[in-house]
């Protein structure tokens, strides 16, 4: 197990319902995970799709006059 650098990391204390609390921990249970871990990555991911979508909403006008209209034809343009 890694170790913790205690410098770097901070308590967050949220509320949330007890039946989210339930599934948290019943799918952190099934992933072998540590609740903190899933927590950690769900708000990562959530925030990064968040970020994803402004960006991709930014480059909108640019990639239409690309032709670009999926994640594919990004990849292909650029890849």
């Known amino acids: 197990m890694p170790k913790i650098e205690r410098g770097r990391t901070e308590i967050l204390t949220v509320s949330i319902p007890k039946s989210l609390k339930q599934h948290l921990k019943k799918f952190a249970?099934?992933?072998?995970?540590?609740?903190s871990k899933v927590t950690k990555?769900?708000?990562r991911y959530y925030i990064w799709r968040k970020e994803w979508k402004k960006a991709q909403e930014a480059f909108a006008p640019a990639f239409e006059k690309l032709g670009i209209k999926t994640d594919d034809d990004i990849e292909k343009y650029f890849g």
């Not at 249970?29 to 609740?35: A, H, M, T």
């Open 41 to 43: 990555d769900a708000l």
């Open 29 to 35: 249970s099934e992933e072998d995970l540590p609740v």
